[in-house]
């Protein structure tokens, strides 16, 4: 069942935007707030990023919810979870899916939203027990439109035979929980890199935007240097206008991934 996340707290604002301003998304896979090879703590710099980008809609990936050692050891460690450190006062509204449950903590998908987030549930589509993965659906209320708009954070597994079986879980979620007329934004790390995952979302209505404006997806890993296409953003019922990856200074010192911010309208 959906579960309304603001059941048990005061009203928040609500923004009143220009209705014919595009939306602005961002997804990232967070690496849990460390560089590659987890040598050094960034998640106060990618804070100052991720809000410098000022999207309207951020998708994130490999989001500490809690983890009790690093709480301990690691200076400058929030006292919130890593998704309510980054929030802060400007995403008044944030979901988060826990996926990975260990002794220390957990970890999982989040989305911030500057629009009220009116329902929200996370799907467990992990295939094995030893690599937990879920889907972060919620559903929006895009006032300057008059809509609800339908979000999708996903991090699917690293097998091809894993994802193969994800991708059908997460177009049947599209199928069974997406009215076909809503506008839909399917967004994260997809670890395809072969590719061999695209069709089955192109068949299911939707467009990639950097495909749809580039004529090929993005390469996003690493993050220093990008060679493999695994962090994307699809759109089903809305226009892609603009992308960027960013994998310039100081995007390429703060995650192992690129990050990818986008335009639709």
Known sequence: MYRDPHSDAAPRSVRHDDPTAPLKVLTLNL?????????????????????????????????????DTHAQRVHG????SQYEYLADTIWRDFAYGRNAVYPQGHHGNAVLSKFPI??????????????????????LDWRPRGKTLHVVCAHLGLLESQRQEQIRRLVALINDQVPPDAPLIVAGD??????????????????????????????????????????????????????RVLSQAPWNRLSDHAAVLAEVS
């Open 190 to 243: 997809l670890n395809d890199w072969r590719q061999r995952g695209h069709p089955a979302f192109l068949k299911a209505g939707l467009r990639e935007v950097h495909h749809s404006l580039r004529g090929r997806l993005a390469r996003t890993f690493p993050a220093r240097m990008p060679m493999l296409p695994l962090d994307r953003i699809y759109v089903r019922h809305l226009e892609p206008v603009s992308v």
């Open 77 to 80: 460690w929030p006292a919130q």
């Open 31 to 67: 690496h849990k707030g460390f560089t590659a090879m987890n040598r050094r703590f960034v998640l106060p710099a990618l804070k100052a990023a991720v809000q410098h980008c000022d999207a309207d809609i951020v998708f994130l990936q490999e989001v500490l919810g809690q983890h």
């Open 118 to 139: 009116m329902a929200w549930r996370n799907e467990d589509v992990s295939v094995h027990a030893i690599e937990k993965r879920g889907l972060l659906h919620g559903q």
